[in-house]
């Protein structure tokens, strides 16, 4: 069983920076591949980014690549997500999940709501 706790998330002006943390506890974290989703009023959650259990693989959506920068520290069980050049169509409730071992997102935290003013 993985649980997986958000925090950072807030209320920028367009054009500013947030960092999302998303502490997992239980165990193998470190195999585990850790996305970042969101899900905006309205709309369908969506795929942010993802890394994998070496942190040497990430993939992004369209929409937030050159933006926005995943990475992990396997020592303190942490994912981030460095959002840069916010726009107000970034404003969502952003989730993390992280994989079972036969594949596939299987656990989700509760999200951290980021809002972006214009």
């Known amino acids: 069983q993985v649980q997986l706790v958000e925090s950072g998330g807030g209320l920028v002006q367009a054009g500013g920076s947030l960092r999302l943390s998303c502490a997992a506890s239980g165990h193998t974290f470190s195999r585990r591949t850790m996305g970042w989703f969101r899900q905006a009023p309205g709309k369908e959650r969506e795929f942010v980014a993802s890394i994998d259990w070496s942190g040497d693989n990430t993939y992004y959506a369209d929409s937030t690549k050159g933006r926005f920068t995943i990475s992990r520290d396997n020592a303190k069980n942490t994912v981030y997500l460095q959002m840069n050049s916010l726009k107000p169509e970034d404003t969502a409730v952003y989730t993390c999940?992280?994989?079972?071992?036969?594949?596939?997102?299987?656990?989700w935290g509760q999200g951290t709501q980021v809002t972006v003013s214009s």
């Open positions: 999940a992280a994989t079972k071992p036969t594949g596939g997102y299987a656990y």
